[in-house]
């Protein structure tokens, strides 16, 4: 009987800092560009050149789909949904030999209405099922993760942020203060922001580090240690900044106990 071995590659997350090297398994398959990124308008967005560096045939599939982001920020493409009637490949299925390479191009058809998308591009390679199938074995399949940035034009820009409570997360030393914020806003631009935690023993002014957020999505941005804080009630006034600029502002109380 064949097993089947998924490995998966982060091509070009939405998060990536800047533009990574596509991503390579030796003698497998590679995309590149990892990342397609325009502004938000119906067309091509460009081509991704998927190549086949293994030694077999491989049966390619392309889809486009949404991200899900979870409260720590990782990003993973959902895979019970795609967006092939807003964003759709060129080929979505195609046998590409060994050594082979082909581009594919990606074309927005319609865009949603809040002026901006940000998706995944999902490309997964699948060697030929053996002619005998109680043939023994590990079979690669191969799936790579690009990204699609659709951005918003400067007219529909839209910066909004919203801070909800304060909880202390981790045990022991590694007990951490964080305040989940959601993106109400278009963009993918990093938030950043300060807190001044005050309560009893005195008062703590923390730099909360960048982080991006996906529109919509509800995400834990840190407000720095727990350790050293008594026992009782605090107040956090929370700053919070996108694209460099102030965008909310805050106060949140929590207990220790």
């Known amino acids: 009987m064949t097993s089947r071995l998924f490995i998966t590659l982060l091509a070009g997350t939405l998060l990536a800092a800047g533009l990574p090297a596509p991503a390579v398994a030796a003698g497998g398959l590679s995309m590149s560009p990892p990342i397609l990124e325009k502004q938000a308008q119906t067309g091509s967005m460009g081509a991704v050149t998927i190549t086949n560096s293994s030694s077999q045939a491989m049966r390619v599939t392309v889809t486009s789909r949404p991200w899900l982001q979870a409260r720590n920020g990782a990003v993973t493409p959902n895979r019970k949904r795609n967006l092939l009637r807003e964003i759709r490949p060129s080929a979505l299925a195609f046998t590409l030999g060994a050594g082979a390479r082909r581009a594919v191009d990606v074309r927005v058809l319609r865009l949603p209405g809040g002026g901006s998308r940000y998706a995944s591009l999902e ?135």
């Open 123 to 257: 490309v997964v390679g699948r060697p030929p099922t053996p002619k005998d199938k109680k043939q023994s074995g590990i079979r690669a399949v191969y799936r790579l993760i690009g990204s699609l940035r659709l951005n918003p034009s400067p007219q529909r820009r839209k910066l909004r942020l919203q801070a909800g409570g304060v909880r202390r997360i981790g045990t022991a030393s590694r007990r951490a203060l964080v305040s989940a914020v959601r993106n109400a806003g278009n963009t993918i631009d990093p938030v950043t922001g300060t807190a001044r935690i005050s309560g009893p023993g005195g008062t703590r002014n923390v730099t909360i580090p960048s982080r991006r957020i996906l529109p919509g999505a509800l995400v834990d941005v840190s407000l720095g240690s727990a350790r050293g804080l008594r026992p009782g009630t605090y107040r956090a006034r929370i700053s919070l900044f996108q694209a460099g600029r102030p965008v909310a502002t805050t106060t949140r109380r929590f207990r220790i106990r």
